[in-house]
Protein backbone atom coordinates (compact mmCIF):
# COMPACT_ATOMS: atom_id res chain seq x y z
CA UNK A 1 0.00 0.00 0.00
CA UNK A 2 2.21 2.41 -1.53
CA UNK A 3 -0.11 6.06 -0.41
CA UNK A 4 -0.25 4.65 3.22
CA UNK A 5 3.79 5.26 3.26
CA UNK A 6 3.38 8.67 2.02
CA UNK A 7 0.29 9.71 4.84
CA UNK A 8 2.76 8.25 7.73
CA UNK A 9 5.82 9.77 6.68
CA UNK A 10 3.69 13.13 7.27
CA UNK A 11 3.52 12.08 11.24
CA UNK A 12 6.36 11.35 11.15
CA UNK A 13 7.23 8.13 11.08
CA UNK A 14 10.64 6.40 10.95
CA UNK A 15 11.18 2.75 10.22
CA UNK A 16 10.87 1.88 7.00
CA UNK A 17 12.16 -1.66 6.80
CA UNK A 18 9.90 -4.69 4.67
CA UNK A 19 8.60 -7.64 6.07
CA UNK A 20 10.78 -10.90 6.10
CA UNK A 21 7.90 -13.05 7.15
CA UNK A 22 4.97 -13.89 9.04
CA UNK A 23 3.68 -11.20 11.56
CA UNK A 24 5.98 -12.11 14.99
CA UNK A 25 3.85 -12.75 18.01
CA UNK A 26 4.81 -12.53 22.00
CA UNK A 27 2.31 -13.96 24.37
CA UNK A 28 1.79 -13.26 27.63
CA UNK A 29 -0.08 -15.41 29.27
CA UNK A 30 -2.89 -14.43 31.96
CA UNK A 31 -2.12 -14.36 35.65
CA UNK A 32 -5.75 -16.57 36.55
CA UNK A 33 -5.61 -19.19 34.15
CA UNK A 34 -9.14 -20.40 33.34
CA UNK A 35 -9.70 -23.22 30.87
CA UNK A 36 -11.38 -21.26 28.62
CA UNK A 37 -9.78 -17.78 28.55
CA UNK A 38 -10.41 -14.70 26.22
CA UNK A 39 -7.25 -13.40 24.18
CA UNK A 40 -6.14 -9.33 23.88
CA UNK A 41 -4.39 -8.83 20.17
CA UNK A 42 -2.44 -6.14 20.37
CA UNK A 43 -1.01 -4.51 17.25
CA UNK A 44 1.96 -1.73 18.13
CA UNK A 45 2.59 2.01 17.14
CA UNK A 46 4.10 3.54 14.45
CA UNK A 47 7.80 3.03 14.25
CA UNK A 48 7.51 0.34 17.52
CA UNK A 49 8.43 -2.95 17.05
CA UNK A 50 8.10 -6.10 19.12
CA UNK A 51 10.41 -5.43 22.13
CA UNK A 52 9.30 -1.72 21.96
CA UNK A 53 5.83 -3.40 22.37
CA UNK A 54 6.60 -5.77 24.95
CA UNK A 55 7.99 -2.64 26.88
CA UNK A 56 4.85 -0.37 26.37
CA UNK A 57 3.30 -1.65 29.29
CA UNK A 58 0.33 -2.40 27.79
CA UNK A 59 -0.29 -5.99 28.42
CA UNK A 60 0.01 -5.90 32.26
CA UNK A 61 -2.17 -3.09 31.69
CA UNK A 62 -4.91 -5.12 29.81
CA UNK A 63 -4.05 -7.57 32.54
CA UNK A 64 -5.08 -5.50 35.52
CA UNK A 65 -8.23 -5.09 34.47
CA UNK A 66 -8.87 -8.54 33.30
CA UNK A 67 -6.53 -11.37 34.83
CA UNK A 68 -8.16 -13.74 32.98
CA UNK A 69 -7.22 -12.68 29.60
CA UNK A 70 -4.05 -14.05 27.45
CA UNK A 71 -2.74 -10.93 25.84
CA UNK A 72 -0.90 -11.37 22.30
CA UNK A 73 1.61 -8.84 20.99
CA UNK A 74 1.47 -8.90 17.55
CA UNK A 75 4.70 -7.23 15.53
CA UNK A 76 2.63 -5.95 12.62
CA UNK A 77 5.10 -3.21 11.91
CA UNK A 78 4.83 -0.31 9.16
CA UNK A 79 6.32 -2.94 6.75
CA UNK A 80 3.15 -4.96 6.69
CA UNK A 81 1.07 -1.91 5.57
CA UNK A 82 3.58 -1.01 3.18
CA UNK A 83 2.94 -4.22 1.45
CA UNK A 84 -0.66 -3.34 1.24
CA UNK A 85 -2.10 -7.26 3.40
CA UNK A 86 -2.07 -5.75 6.65
CA UNK A 87 -5.53 -7.61 7.16
CA UNK A 88 -4.87 -10.49 5.74
CA UNK A 89 -1.38 -11.26 7.56
CA UNK A 90 -3.42 -10.54 10.02
CA UNK A 91 -5.96 -12.79 9.81
CA UNK A 92 -3.82 -15.56 8.69
CA UNK A 93 -0.62 -14.89 11.10
CA UNK A 94 -2.00 -14.34 14.20
CA UNK A 95 -6.32 -14.50 14.08
CA UNK A 96 -6.57 -17.97 12.38
CA UNK A 97 -3.91 -19.08 14.69
CA UNK A 98 -5.64 -18.30 17.79
CA UNK A 99 -8.81 -19.49 16.89
CA UNK A 100 -7.27 -22.93 15.78
CA UNK A 101 -5.82 -22.63 19.59
CA UNK A 102 -9.62 -22.57 20.49
CA UNK A 103 -9.84 -19.50 21.48
CA UNK A 104 -13.56 -18.01 21.16
CA UNK A 105 -13.46 -14.58 22.31
CA UNK A 106 -10.61 -12.57 20.86
CA UNK A 107 -10.21 -8.60 21.08
CA UNK A 108 -8.06 -6.74 18.61
CA UNK A 109 -6.83 -3.27 19.81
CA UNK A 110 -3.92 -1.24 18.71
CA UNK A 111 -2.34 2.24 19.35
CA UNK A 112 -1.73 5.22 16.32
CA UNK A 113 -0.71 3.16 13.19
CA UNK A 114 -2.37 0.25 15.00
CA UNK A 115 -5.66 1.14 15.58
CA UNK A 116 -5.74 1.70 12.02
CA UNK A 117 -4.66 -1.99 11.54
CA UNK A 118 -7.49 -2.93 13.52
CA UNK A 119 -10.03 -0.95 11.40
CA UNK A 120 -8.80 -1.96 8.36
CA UNK A 121 -9.01 -5.45 9.57
CA UNK A 122 -12.72 -4.95 10.13
CA UNK A 123 -13.27 -3.61 6.89
CA UNK A 124 -11.96 -6.83 5.71
CA UNK A 125 -13.29 -9.01 7.86
CA UNK A 126 -16.27 -7.39 9.55
CA UNK A 127 -17.65 -9.12 13.09
CA UNK A 128 -14.51 -11.42 12.80
CA UNK A 129 -13.23 -10.81 16.11
CA UNK A 130 -15.16 -10.16 19.27
CA UNK A 131 -14.37 -6.49 19.34
CA UNK A 132 -12.17 -3.30 18.57
CA UNK A 133 -10.16 -1.08 21.25
CA UNK A 134 -9.02 1.75 19.34
CA UNK A 135 -6.05 3.98 20.67
CA UNK A 136 -5.37 7.42 19.17
CA UNK A 137 -6.12 5.80 15.41
CA UNK A 138 -4.90 7.19 12.31
CA UNK A 139 -7.67 8.46 10.30
CA UNK A 140 -6.09 9.45 7.57
CA UNK A 141 -5.06 12.84 5.99
CA UNK A 142 -5.42 16.25 8.12
CA UNK A 143 -7.48 17.53 4.88
CA UNK A 144 -9.68 14.10 4.93
CA UNK A 145 -10.99 14.72 8.79
CA UNK A 146 -11.77 18.59 7.94
CA UNK A 147 -14.13 17.38 5.21
CA UNK A 148 -15.67 15.08 7.78
CA UNK A 149 -15.93 17.83 10.13
CA UNK A 150 -17.08 20.38 7.88
CA UNK A 151 -19.74 18.05 6.57
CA UNK A 152 -21.10 18.08 10.70
CA UNK A 153 -19.58 14.49 11.29
CA UNK A 154 -19.64 10.59 9.78
CA UNK A 155 -23.09 10.90 10.32
CA UNK A 156 -24.02 13.36 7.82
CA UNK A 157 -20.67 12.96 5.88
CA UNK A 158 -20.96 11.63 2.21
CA UNK A 159 -18.29 8.93 1.30
CA UNK A 160 -19.20 8.33 -2.30
CA UNK A 161 -20.03 5.16 -3.87
CA UNK A 162 -18.05 2.13 -2.90
CA UNK A 163 -15.19 1.33 -4.34
CA UNK A 164 -14.88 -2.41 -5.84
CA UNK A 165 -11.88 -2.70 -3.41
CA UNK A 166 -9.82 -1.17 -0.85
CA UNK A 167 -6.52 0.55 -2.28
CA UNK A 168 -4.04 3.03 -1.87
CA UNK A 169 -6.25 6.20 -2.86
CA UNK A 170 -9.35 5.27 -1.30
CA UNK A 171 -8.28 3.50 2.17
CA UNK A 172 -8.29 6.66 4.32
CA UNK A 173 -12.19 7.06 3.19
CA UNK A 174 -13.27 3.84 3.50
CA UNK A 175 -11.64 3.81 7.29
CA UNK A 176 -14.65 6.58 7.54
CA UNK A 177 -17.25 4.94 5.84
CA UNK A 178 -16.99 2.23 8.50
CA UNK A 179 -17.10 4.67 11.47
CA UNK A 180 -20.13 6.01 9.33
CA UNK A 181 -21.82 2.90 9.29
CA UNK A 182 -21.84 2.69 13.19
CA UNK A 183 -24.22 5.17 13.27
CA UNK A 184 -26.59 2.71 11.12
CA UNK A 185 -25.54 -0.76 12.88
CA UNK A 186 -25.56 0.08 16.36
CA UNK A 187 -24.72 -3.56 17.12
CA UNK A 188 -21.28 -2.77 15.77
CA UNK A 189 -20.43 0.47 17.48
CA UNK A 190 -21.30 -1.52 20.56
CA UNK A 191 -18.66 -3.29 19.41
CA UNK A 192 -15.89 -0.89 19.29
CA UNK A 193 -14.16 1.74 21.93
CA UNK A 194 -11.58 4.68 21.68
CA UNK A 195 -9.42 5.87 23.52
CA UNK A 196 -7.79 9.42 23.40
CA UNK A 197 -5.45 11.73 25.04
CA UNK A 198 -6.70 15.09 24.65
CA UNK A 199 -3.25 16.34 23.74
CA UNK A 200 -3.00 14.14 21.14
CA UNK A 201 -2.65 15.27 17.45
CA UNK A 202 -5.22 12.93 16.51
CA UNK A 203 -7.62 14.11 19.26
CA UNK A 204 -9.67 16.08 16.40
CA UNK A 205 -10.36 12.59 14.59
CA UNK A 206 -11.41 10.94 17.61
CA UNK A 207 -13.82 13.60 18.54
CA UNK A 208 -15.77 13.07 15.56
CA UNK A 209 -15.68 9.66 15.79
CA UNK A 210 -16.83 9.19 19.42
CA UNK A 211 -20.40 10.39 18.82
CA UNK A 212 -21.23 7.08 16.98
CA UNK A 213 -20.10 4.80 19.51
CA UNK A 214 -22.20 3.72 22.01
CA UNK A 215 -22.63 5.79 25.47
CA UNK A 216 -19.35 5.16 27.70
CA UNK A 217 -17.18 3.78 24.75
CA UNK A 218 -14.88 6.01 24.24
CA UNK A 219 -12.49 7.82 27.13
CA UNK A 220 -10.86 11.29 26.74
CA UNK A 221 -8.07 11.84 29.17
CA UNK A 222 -5.01 13.98 29.96
CA UNK A 223 -2.18 13.62 27.91
CA UNK A 224 -0.89 13.13 24.21
CA UNK A 225 0.00 10.42 21.99
CA UNK A 226 1.79 7.78 23.32
CA UNK A 227 2.10 4.70 25.54
CA UNK A 228 1.68 6.00 29.07
CA UNK A 229 -1.68 7.37 27.85
CA UNK A 230 -3.06 4.46 26.09
CA UNK A 231 -2.32 1.92 28.99
CA UNK A 232 -4.27 4.21 31.28
CA UNK A 233 -6.98 4.09 29.01
CA UNK A 234 -6.69 0.39 28.08
CA UNK A 235 -7.27 -0.33 31.77
CA UNK A 236 -9.83 1.44 32.34
CA UNK A 237 -11.29 0.31 29.15
CA UNK A 238 -10.64 -3.44 29.43
CA UNK A 239 -12.20 -3.11 32.89
CA UNK A 240 -15.10 -1.51 31.48
CA UNK A 241 -15.47 -4.64 29.11
CA UNK A 242 -15.43 -6.66 32.05
CA UNK A 243 -18.13 -5.10 33.76
CA UNK A 244 -20.01 -5.87 31.04
CA UNK A 245 -19.79 -9.18 30.26
Known sequence: MGGLLVS?????????????????????PAPQQLAERPLVVVLPGR??????LAASGI????????PQADVLLAGATLGYYLDGDVAARLRTDVIEPARRQGYQEIWL??????GMGALLYERAYPHDVTGLVLMAPFMGKPSLVREVAVAGGPATWDPGPMPAAVDPDNY?????????????HP???????????????????????????????????AGGHDWPVWDAGAEQVFARIVAGR
Open 8 to 28: ILLVGCATLRRPTGPIAVRPV
Open 47 to 52: GDDLDD
Open 59 to 66: AAAVQRAW
Open 109 to 114: AGASMG
Open 172 to 184: QREMWRLVKDWGV
Open 187 to 221: QEAARVWLICGEDDRFIDAARLMAPMLAKGHYLET
